[in-house]
């Protein structure tokens, strides 16, 4: 069971796809999970064969594979209450108009279910937004009726979407992550619940955002393996030290007196050998895509480093059973 080992280009958008499928080649990565705000036009993909042929080419200059496209800043603009910094995930000449960048969005992710189908990948990762994440603190009081309004509202929103999803035969996978309408265990069972457990909708995999909720991110792999789609490999470190919390003080990324930070694979607090025996026992055989993150380390350093980090995690279940010589004839 050998699982490419991709790069998401989503931490990479300032290189055009030739530079970032060079320099992928030479960190050692089989492929890349090409995020649509870096190096693809979603609707040029969708619409122009020659484009998609020209992407494929440039993907095997470089013996790269590509098995997902991500969509994250997209999809947020779908579900989220509009504040001034999403008008960063939307077309300029849209800021400020939240309806418009609404609208703009929806048309955007059926869009990329198109283009997927037209590059041959079968997954789209991204997320969703939430129109009530802001209430995750339950003050003001917050009803189980405007939760469950939340929900609704999600479901209206995407279900139009994931209709052309199951045209294109392309799966969308959430990553459940805190501003999301599934950001943990629950609102992830709550989620899949909602849309009846409709399988355009899966889980993209990120132990990251899970640990230092208090999320025992082999416990929610074990328990949502049917519904993950994709994995990212991205590692988190904590530093409770009894000043800070997990809620990070409104201090920037990489701040030591934060009480966790995104860190490359392998330096911080996720067990991926944890990981790896769970996704061998599911069957999962999908990329393991290292999303890198890490604010105190150089980042082609660490992004090769992880490569090679990953490759060293990624073995297969057993064949035999360790004590099957044990006998004799």
């Known amino acids: 069971m050998k699982r490419p080992v991709t790069l998401f280009t989503g931490q990479w958008a300032d290189f055009n796809l030739e530079e970032i ?6 960190m050692g990565y089989e492929g890349l999970e090409i995020a649509t705000w870096g190096q693809l036009n979603i609707r040029k993909a969708a619409t122009d064969p020659e484009y998609v042929k020209e992407i494929k080419l440039t993907l095997d200059k470089y013996n790269l594979g590509c098995w997902a496209i ?48 037209a590059i041959g990948v079968d997954v789209v990762t991204g997320f969703m937004g939430s129109p009530i994440w802001k209430m995750w603190y339950s003050f003001p009081q917050t009803t189980e009726e405007i939760v469950d309004k939340g929900y609704k509202k999600i479901k209206e929103l995407w279900s139009p979407i994931f209709d052309v999803f199951d045209e294109c035969n392309v799966k969308f996978a959430l990553e459940v992550h805190p501003t999301e309408i599934a950001f943990d265990y629950y609102t992830t ?38 519904y993950v789609y994709h994995v990212h490999i991205k590692d988190t470190k904590l530093n409770l030290n009894g000043r800070n919390g997990i809620l990070g003080s409104h201090i920037t990324f990489g701040n030591y007196c934060r009480g966790w930070n995104f860190v490359s694979p392998g330096h911080g607090d996720v067990d991926f050998d944890e990981i790896i025996r769970i996704l061998n026992e599911k069957g999962y055989n ?34 035999v059973a360790f004590d099957d010589a044990l006998k004799t004839d």
């Open 70 to 117: 991500g969509a994250h800043l997209t999809g947020q603009c779908v579900g989220d209450i509009w504040d001034e910094r999403l008008d960063g995930f939307a077309p300029s000449e849209l800021a400020g108009k939240s309806d418009k960048i609404r609208e703009w969005a929806i048309e955007e992710m059926k869009y990329t279910a198109k283009a997927a189908k």
């Open 286 to 319: 999908g990329p393991l895509s290292i999303e890198w993150e890490d604010s105190g380390m150089e980042r082609v350093f660490g992004a090769t480093e992880a490569c090679e980090f990953t490759n060293k995690i990624n073995f297969s279940p057993s064949d």
């Open 21 to 26: 499928c060079e320099l992928a080649s030479k």
């Open 189 to 226: 069972k709550k989620l899949l619940e909602v849309f009846d457990y409709r399988k355009t909708l899966g889980i993209n995999f990120d132990p990251s955002h899970l640990i230092w909720q208090g999320v025992n991110p082999g416990i929610f792999l074990y328990d949502y393996a049917e």
